[in-house]
């Protein structure tokens, strides 16, 4: 394992940083907050941290909208602030990782400002533009936060692409001073010492707006090999690309061992419940048990010596995963123990999201309380189409964003000890019962479920090489498989449901080293007790 990339082995934490933690009281989480809880971190164990964007921005979609990629947000901080992090970090062994917004920026952006003010301006290139006129779009194209993807600009008497916000316009790929402008960019903070980045929407910069190819554009390998040839290969960064429109076979040229494009890819086939054709992302279609072991077996068998994995199950565009695929009621610690074995045991690198190493949970607030643009738009949008309340609050209950920006939950303090002031959005109301502070102080918590996971994986050799094989795959209730290597053999298997279930294995593992359970009688063959899960291992004979 001696060439292995530092990132094979490593668990990566993703923070959202105005939920993190707020150091000024102004209700807001910042960059010096998480300097102050970086020993909770380097307790957890992680290696690196996945920042989501903190530079300049009118915060239209949180940061995502970026004005200026060569500064910091006031809100976060300042480019002081951010050195400083990478620095205090890197002592606790912790890279951090930028998330970068390629695909678009603000409109509010010096590009773009200067884009808008007529055909002949040298940035106008910069963007997509197409002719018409104030009354005919150039075509049907949507925004991912609904209504058209075209905006008109009656300075230009043309319309730009924006494939997310209105305030968020698409850049043009196909000018090669756009290409060269983000190359030099990146590499300025490659120079600042930062260990890598996170690639938003990364599938959508071959754009083909005119064929209405959005996702994996003829020219997408190629920019993604340029881009990577100019900076990525540098340093040992890791680089991973969030592409919805991954699948096993374009994996394989965005995470080649060859590092020609990318280290790894977020592909989110186990993420889109809906399921249906012609049906639209806010539709409840809950994903069946053995389409999502099918399509993690799948991942895991296809990728196996041609790629590489990111193994997550929420982030900051999803619910929590206690929430989505496991109980968070009764079995809310047992189904988030679980949730953890079943995905930390397959071979990628596996991401955190903030607070998931507590098993927060969703919520269900008045819609007052939210603030992401995407629900609020789709609120207003469903209703119009005649979709009851209820039907609206179904949806967002489930599938809201802000189910996963909600302050963590560092204390039962007056809001959850993420701020002394008002927090920008509303905490979740059961901070008191889930908090960092009482299970630090916990043994059997799920934070150190988690940090046992982590240490695992630094230790056991057949987490990071083993070959992946499915176990017991036609059984309705229980996740299991194996990862095999030369010098060892493990098993995962986990029970999906709150009640016993029974299976029959060929081979006998009970004389195995149980490793980890979330159970405290540990490991009994043929019986899992609601929401158990357990990871044991046999080493082969004659190989110590």
């Not at 009764?330 to 071979?347: D, P, T, V, W």
């Given at each position: 394992m001696q060439d292995?990339?530092?990132?094979?082995?490593?668990?990566?934490?993703?923070?959202?940083?105005?939920?993190?933690?707020?150091?000024?009281?102004?209700?807001?989480?910042?960059?010096?907050?998480?300097?102050?809880?970086?020993?909770?971190?380097?307790?957890?164990?992680?290696?690196?941290?996945?920042?989501?964007p903190v530079y300049r921005s009118p915060q239209d979609d949180n940061g995502y909208d970026i004005s200026d990629y060569q500064d910091i947000d006031p809100i976060f901080g300042n480019l002081t602030d951010m050195d400083a992090l990478i620095a205090e970090?890197?002592?606790?062994?912790?890279?951090?990782?930028?998330?970068?917004?390629?695909?678009?920026?603000?409109?509010?952006?010096?590009?773009?400002?200067?884009?808008?003010?007529?055909?002949?301006?040298?940035y106008h290139d910069y963007y997509v533009w197409r002719d018409g006129d104030e009354n005919t779009l150039p075509n049907d194209l949507k925004?991912?936060?609904?209504?058209?993807?075209?905006?008109?600009?009656?300075?230009?008497?043309?319309?730009?692409?924006?494939?997310?916000?209105?305030?968020?316009?698409?850049?043009?790929?196909?000018?090669?001073?756009?290409?060269?402008?983000?190359?030099?960019?990146?590499?300025?903070?490659?120079d600042r010492g930062v260990g890598g980045f996170r690639l938003d929407v990364i599938d959508l910069i071959g754009k083909e707006p005119d064929t209405g190819v959005m996702a994996e554009g003829k020219m997408l390998h190629?920019?993604?090999?340029?881009?990577?040839?100019?900076?990525?290969?540098?340093?040992?960064?890791?680089?991973?690309?969030?592409?919805?429109?991954?699948?096993?076979?374009?994996?394989?040229?965005?995470?080649?061992?060859?590092?020609?494009?990318?280290?790894?890819?977020?592909?989110?086939?186990?993420?889109?419940?809906?399921?249906?054709?012609?049906?639209?992302?806010?539709?409840?279609a809950p994903l069946p048990f053995a389409k999502f072991k099918e399509i993690f077996t799948k991942w895991q068998t296809s990728l196996y010596q041609k790629g590489w994995n990111s193994l997550f199950l929420n982030n900051h565009d999803l619910p929590r995963a206690v929430?989505?695929?496991?109980?968070?009621?009764?079995?809310?610690?047992?189904?988030?123990?679980?949730?953890?074995?079943?995905?930390?045991?397959?071979?990628?690198t596996p991401y955190i999201y903030q607070g998931e190493e507590l098993g927060m949970t969703n919520v269900r607030y008045e819609l007052s309380d939210y603030r992401d643009i995407e629900l609020l738009n789709m609120y207003r949008e469903r209703k119009e189409k005649g979709y009851s309340e209820q039907e609206i609050m179904?949806?967002?209950?489930?599938?809201?964003?802000?189910?996963?920006?909600?302050?963590?939950?560092?204390?039962?303090?007056?809001?959850?000890?993420?701020?002394?002031?008002?927090?920008?959005?509303?905490?979740?109301?059961?901070?008191?019962?889930?908090?960092?502070?009482?299970?630090?102080?916990?043994?059997?918590?799920?934070?150190?479920?988690?940090?046992?996971?982590?240490?695992?994986?630094?230790?056991?050799?057949?987490?990071?090489?083993g070959k992946f094989e499915p176990v017991l795959s036609e059984h309705p209730d229980i996740f299991a498989y194996t990862r095999t290597d030369e010098k060892s053999c493990l098993l995962v298997i986990c029970n999906f449901t709150g009640r016993e279930v029974r299976y029959d294995l060929a081979e006998v593992w009970e004389d195995g080293e149980l490793l980890l359970s979330n159970e405290e009688n540990g490991f009994a063959q043929g019986l899992l007790r609601p929401y158990e899960a357990n990871m044991v291992i046999k080493r082969k004979e004659g190989v110590s």
């Open positions: 292995t990339p530092w990132w094979k082995s490593a668990v990566i934490y993703q923070i959202y940083p105005r939920s993190f933690y707020d150091s000024n009281g102004d209700g807001i989480g910042d960059l010096k907050g998480i300097v102050l809880k970086l020993d909770y971190l380097a307790e957890l164990g992680i290696d690196a941290i996945w920042l989501s970090a890197a002592k606790r062994g912790i890279r951090i990782i930028m998330d970068l917004v390629l695909n678009h920026t603000s409109d509010e952006h010096p590009w773009f400002v200067e884009a808008k003010k007529s055909r002949k301006n040298p925004s991912a936060f609904c209504g058209s993807a075209w905006e008109w600009v009656p300075e230009c008497g043309q319309y730009y692409l924006h494939q997310f916000s209105v305030k968020q316009p698409d850049l043009n790929w196909e000018n090669p001073k756009v290409r060269k402008e983000i190359y030099q960019m990146i590499q300025w903070w490659v190629p920019y993604l090999k340029e881009m990577s040839s100019a900076v990525f290969q540098q340093k040992e960064l890791v680089t991973v690309g969030e592409a919805w429109s991954a699948t096993p076979q374009r994996a394989f040229l965005y995470s080649s061992p060859d590092g020609s494009e990318l280290s790894m890819v977020f592909q989110f086939e186990h993420i889109v419940l809906d399921q249906q054709p012609g049906g639209e992302k806010w539709d409840l929430s989505r695929f496991g109980d968070d009621g009764e079995y809310r610690e047992k189904s988030a123990k679980m949730l953890a074995l079943m995905l930390h045991g397959m071979q990628g179904d949806s967002i209950y489930a599938k809201g964003r802000d189910n996963a920006r909600t302050p963590m939950q560092w204390s039962g303090e007056p809001n959850a000890g993420f701020t002394e002031g008002t927090p920008w959005i509303r905490v979740n109301p059961n901070y008191g019962s889930i908090n960092a502070e009482e299970e630090l102080q916990d043994p059997d918590s799920v934070f150190h479920f988690y940090q046992k996971l982590i240490q695992l994986r630094k230790t056991i050799p057949v987490l990071i090489d």
